[in-house]
């Protein structure tokens, strides 16, 4: 699986099959794949928030919904999204104004492509 360099040191993988292997274990398939469906309706409309927040230049609001992603991502193993929402969260907290906007960028655009791909990743680690 092709990776990312999200802070330029380390390659950061869509998912971290550990992570969702783990759950599997101690929730089951089924369980995993409700969580994984309601993640991917919340991230759809939390990338909508952070496109509208940041071309209004509302950092509230950018922060708290990277904040969010931050967490939610990270628990289920989506460690890419993770990875770039804290770099939302972190370039706002700092009020870094030239990194705000390719950390939101690069944030949106792997929201869209993990929704396409995170249910065939997940499937991939239930069969593993």
């Known amino acids: 699986m092709a990776g ?3 802070t330029g040191e380390t390659i950061v993988p869509r ?3 550990s992570v969702v292997e783990s759950l599997i274990g101690m929730l089951g ?3 995993v794949h409700a969580f994984i469906a309601e993640f991917l309706e919340q991230a759809g409309s939390q990338r909508g928030l952070l496109e509208a927040a940041y071309q209004s230049g509302d950092n509230e609001t950018l922060y708290r919904e990277s904040h969010n992603l931050v967490s939610t991502a990270g628990n289920l193993g989506v460690k890419r999204t993770s990875r770039l929402a804290d770099a939302v ?3 706002v907290r700092l009020e870094d104004t ?3 906007g ?3 960028k690069a944030l ?7 929704v396409d791909e995170l249910p065939a990743l997940i ?3 239930v069969a593993a």
């Open 4 to 6: 990312f360099k999200g």
């Open 15 to 17: 998912i971290d099959r």
């Open 29 to 31: 398939s089924d369980s």
């Open 89 to 91: 969260q972190v370039a």
């Open 98 to 100: 030239e990194a705000i």
């Open 102 to 104: 390719p950390a939101v």
């Open 108 to 114: 949106l655009t792997e929201l869209d492509a993990m």
């Open 123 to 125: 499937d991939e680690a």
